[in-house]
T-cell receptor, first 116, second 113 residues
């Protein structure tokens, strides 16, 4: 789906465990965004990263959640000590460098996180 | 506080007829609007967009209309096909240099053969 690769597609964790979600952007895209979709809701922005930099994490919960986009390798969304409320679909998107002309974000197929 | 609203959770349309999906927004600072289509177990796929300086944008069977004064946009699909059955999300951004998409809750379109 538009070249953004997310894995795993499904992840089951018990309360208190850690969840790591990976995202490889479209080749040539250096901007990565993470969104969360709760059941029956629209997608909600979490964080925007460029290589080695967090640009905007205003949508991310202050505790337990972190994100990175290292110089080499995929972007990682990490959730520590997961709780039932973290159960959701997590989508990663990527885009070309924002310019005067809006560049649509291309989404991966998401990771469905289930907390037991 | 929902800034982008899709008030119809679902819509059923006969194959070959027109599908009209509606979206309202409250933030007058939104500058760019997009429609995404989503199949089950897949990510959203970009469909069509419109800048606030336009009132219409057309791409094949898909046309988006924007009424800034009413803060309303709509997506028209003509003719509708069974493969169009999906959830359609309306999204908005604050400007060309912005990146934070604000999504509506989506409308599930079913096209009946």
């Amino acid at each position: 789906n538009a070249g953004v690769m997310q894995n795993p597609r499904h992840l089951v964790r018990r309360r208190g465990q850690e969840a790591r979600l990976r995202c490889s952007p479209v080749k040539g895209h250096s901007h990565v965004y993470w969104y969360r979709q709760l059941p029956e809701e629209g997608l909600k922005f979490m964080v925007y990263l460029q290589k080695e930099n967090i640009i905007d994490e205003s949508g991310m919960p202050k505790e337990r959640f972190s994100a990175e986009f290292p110089k080499e390798g995929p972007s990682i969304l990490r959730i520590q000590q997961v709780v039932r409320g973290d159960s959701a679909a997590y989508f990663c998107a990527s885009s070309l460098r924002p310019t005067e002309i809006y560049q649509p974000q291309h989404f991966g197929d998401g990771t469905r996180l289930s907390i037991l | 506080d929902q800034q982008v609203k899709q008030n119809s959770p679902s819509l059923s349309v006969q194959e070959g007829r027109i599908s009209i999906l509606n979206c309202d927004y409250t933030n007058s600072m939104f500058d760019y609007f997009l429609w995404y289509k989503k199949y089950p177990a897949e990510g959203p796929t970009f469909l069509i967009s419109i800048s606030s300086i336009k009132d219409k944008n057309e791409d094949g069977r898909f046309t988006v209309f924007l009424n800034k004064s009413a803060k309303h946009l709509s997506l028209h699909i003509v003719p509708s096909q069974p493969g169009d059955s999906a959830v359609y999300f309306c999204a908005a951004v604050l400007g060309a240099g912005s990146y934070q998409l604000t999504f509506g809750k989506g409308t599930k379109l079913s096209v009946i053969p």
